[in-house]
């Protein structure tokens, strides 16, 4: 049984971009915890910040019910990434809670800003979610274990070369009904940005999938560190 | 007016890869030629290659026939493309007679060897094209201009990256149409590698499409090199 | 009729890296803006800052007269741009200000910090100018539309590779002219680092000429981000 | 029960940059094959290449039957590989003789010209071992199955980035043991290249392990290609 | 006779990184400066920062003593690296305060988040160093020269590909005398990772070795910019 | 005393990309021998390959003259370069020939096609020339050393970006001198691609020399193998 971690920038990220793989994960048993930085609460142009926190947390809520995901709502304020010592010990306290074998995130080439700066945080707080006497943090070390980072794809998979698959043809369904809870942005993208995330969606999966020889895949890239080359396979 | 030539490896290439922006040309009115360089008659494991080879050779007419496209049949036997001095000359001649302004080809990294070899035989013809001393060719020499080399999409877009896109959403139609002429092909990769052509040629346009901000797309990569940065756009 | 942005470090940077293409956009009748980040007031070792500053500002207004752009002086403190909130928030103003179609900034891999802060803070203010509720931005949102953003040459050039070209033989001149406005730091370049600055701009357009087949021309790359992979071409 | 195939140029390569893995799938029951491409008869400044070759032959009968590998001895000679027609043929026969699920060869940046040219071979000949009309071939087509392909460590480890590895901490000494064998090969490597190949075959290994997080170590990359993205490891 | 300055973000990465180029370059004449900006007083699961700072401050000032090098303790709270403008600050007084000719520091691609921004931090401080207007500091400008920036290696030399050695043979042993001066860090190391430091460093420097055609090597990469292409070796 | 060989495609490549270097060589009293492979007989598109053959020999030898430099002139016909068997022949007894310590010749991403298979060639000669017995060569086996092999810029030097450069300000007239033998080449480049030679190869020392911080410069990359990552500089 494993640790699986997802720290995503915004509500819905997760759901986009790995939430496939982390319900193969949740069927074998595995502890999953979704992690949502910021409150996604600046991604509209119409519903006031402080409504909109917290619909989105709501529908953040009911995606991750769907598979027992628990979650860690960051609540910083949407558009308002900064790799700063604040943040870090913000972050550095989500590792800790979640103590992860294995951590998905954003890519650090992702080209929404938020995105790339929880990747750095993640990146950054690596090694202090297990030392202990790092100051001003409201959890205790985890483990000082060498948890395995990988990165998502990123929206519309722009310049994205995945080199992991996984197979999520069996749970693309669920995928998108997970997807679906999110129905304030789901809204949103279709005003701001003419587009069908649920189509947008299964292009991407059919896409990754075309590569990977199966229906619907998703797609990830491991980053590379000392001790942490792996020798066998932690995806599903 | 322009001369467009596209050269591709086998019968069917050419509708998968490029026919969007071949028709979107043609509807322009610029002059189109296509150049298959193997008669594909080794894509089956069924149908004997004499045989084969007449089908797609009528297979790729009608698709040709349908923007009113010049072909040139390479006649060169499937999976047997080397860049020895006998195919080159070929190839110098193919590109003598098209004479063109724009070159569409595989892309050096494709993952096929019958692309890779075509991609670099054109690549290495470039030059002679022009050159009237170069012994042994059927054909005399063309313009010794600027023609732009584009590198066409692989099967499935595996690790492609486009810097060049062309909306194609208005001529996609016309693009399946084009496709659906391969019979025997569309037949063989359903046996062969359990692909529907129609279906993966459509993801990959959409998928190509939610980069470029357009419903359909077909992406593409630009060879530089001396005075053939381009200042303007010769793409549609 | 575009808006076009130009957002650079230091007062010369845009005559320097982009100026050529901004004249040409001004001759076909777009809008033009200079944004200046920082006053460039430590690039002296005699002049004290403050007089420096005010030098510089003057000699930008100068050069931007000359095709009738606007300007917009950030007036950071020179060698002291941060990626941090406080300049992030005078950077989406910046950007709401200008409502820009198509942004050129420097390049990410730049090798003046400020350079790439800047670089940077455009990128991290790019959806943020579009949204209407972003707290304590002077300015209100503007069109959250897709921009086309451009990343400029370097100093000397190095290390780039422009994937994109605009002919600026015609208007070199006026570039040059525009160049010559920043009287105290074609004397400080010769000082500090024993450059010649009308000298090395020319070498540097020359040699993008060469590559882009024209006597003069300015290099850029393009961000690929969801639904910017462009189909036609804004450059001028 | 899998057939793992090793295409190597040269005897000993296959020991020095890929023996350990080979080892673990023979102890987990795999079918093994070891192609030597060349007889390696160039690879001494005093032994004459008949008499060469005819003892590296028997060096690496001796090492293959350590594992009770299957040995095809391709008897090119030495140092003039070339991806031509005829070199295809012999290429395309050993693939179908092994019918592989997993490949192993060099890798296609290597810098040893019959390396490279034996990766050439080997990406070059992949779909024809499944296609029946390929004229002039001795072996029936095997399977047109999805073999993976993985590039080896070149000697040396030489800018190799490996994205895989497999741990062969239990299996080292039984490579060391196989690579003894090859002793005139680790003769001629101490006099020609002042080299003493146990000792770089193990300062090699234990780096890798450093990355992989184990003792010793084997590293690869995998060529991605069409249905090819795995979702499952087949490496031990 | 060369001011060398290296920059590390804690205790024992000179020793591991660059201690054997360090060496040579004394034993050269020139004048050698340490640079630790971290106390790497979180780097135990046990001993407490306060007093684990000032055990690693002396372990480093034997390493350094050894070759008699200066040592700029810049005495930041370890893991808590920041680029921001209270460290660009500091990092340009310890520039300023070396006046170096030839400065070495970590990769900006490193594996840990300090040596990232130690390395950022001395790329943003390259230029500030030489001008006498920056606010704030306590030391003086040095020369605005072209010193040359060199990124070392990282532990382990994960995907790490050099482009510069230093043959450190002859000098092996010191550099191995110097680390082992880091008794608290060679001790954490084996529990917190299961690491021999001595080992690694040791199997790294004979793998660079194995590359650079010597027994024990250091490699590095070198920063390329603006008149710092270089024409001559600054190496040892 | 070193042996230095540049081994270049066509009459003049060598005195458009290297000859300052060799000047320099020459001036410090190292033994320069020019190897030009091709007779440059089709770059013409009016004077016949057979005299304009024995023209550019001609020229080639009085540039050669200048700095005293043997010439080994390859008579392949031009533009028919193939990396086959017996043009690796022709290549392994240059190379023998030139016994060379350091070999100069086209970057494998040079884009002439007879640029890149000279490359090639060299790159596939290696090791060759030193293994004894290889049959049908001409010449006696050479040194089995270490060669450094240098990659040249290109033509424009389109997206090549140096690692090494050489200061060739005090030699640059020498060069334009020796380019200046090409008389018919210098009056083809105009015709053909309305390049004045003499004003390019200016441009491009210039820029190469703006990044390394001299007046005039070449610069090449290097190529990375086993025991040849170079502790000291073998570049003037």
Chains 1, 2, 3, 4, 5, 6 share one sequence.
């Not at 707080?125 to 959890?139: A, E, H, R, T, V």
């Not at 197979?167 to 304030?184: G, P, R, T």
Request: net charge negative.
């Amino acid at each position: 049984m494993m640790n699986i971690l997802c720290v995503a920038a915004h509500p819905d990220d997760i759901e986009i971009l790995c939430a496939g793989t982390l319900v193969r994960y949740a069927q074998e048993g595995h502890k999953i915890t979704f992690a949502v930085f910021t409150s996604g609460n600046m991604g509209d142009t119409f519903i006031p910040p402080e409504e909109l926190g917290k619909i989105r947390e709501k529908e953040t809520r009911e995606a991750a019910a769907i598979i027992g995901a628990k979650l860690i709502w960051g609540g910083v304020m949407d558009e308002h990434v900064f790799p700063d010592q604040q943040q870090r010990h913000l972050m550095i306290d989500i590792l800790r809670e979640a103590d992860p074998d294995v951590i998905f995130t954003h890519s650090p080439n992702d080209y929404h800003p938020d995105h790339r700066y929880v990747s750095q945080l993640v990146f950054d707080s690596y090694f202090q979610k297990g030392l202990p006497f790092i100051p001003n943090q409201s959890k205790p070390a985890c483990r000082f274990g060498q948890a395995q980072l990988y990165y998502m794809d990123n929206l519309g998979g722009i310049g994205f070369i995945p080199s992991e698959y996984v197979d999520i043809s069996k749970v693309f369904s669920i995928k998108q009904q997970m997807l679906a809870c999110h129905k304030s942005q789901v809204q949103a993208m279709q005003q701001l940005a003419d587009t069908n995330l649920a189509e947008m969606v299964e292009v991407q999966a059919r896409f990754r999938g075309l590569a990977a020889g199966c229906r619907y895949a998703e797609g990830f890239t491991r980053l590379d560190a000392y001790q942490r080359g792996l020798t066998k396979r932690v995806l599903p």
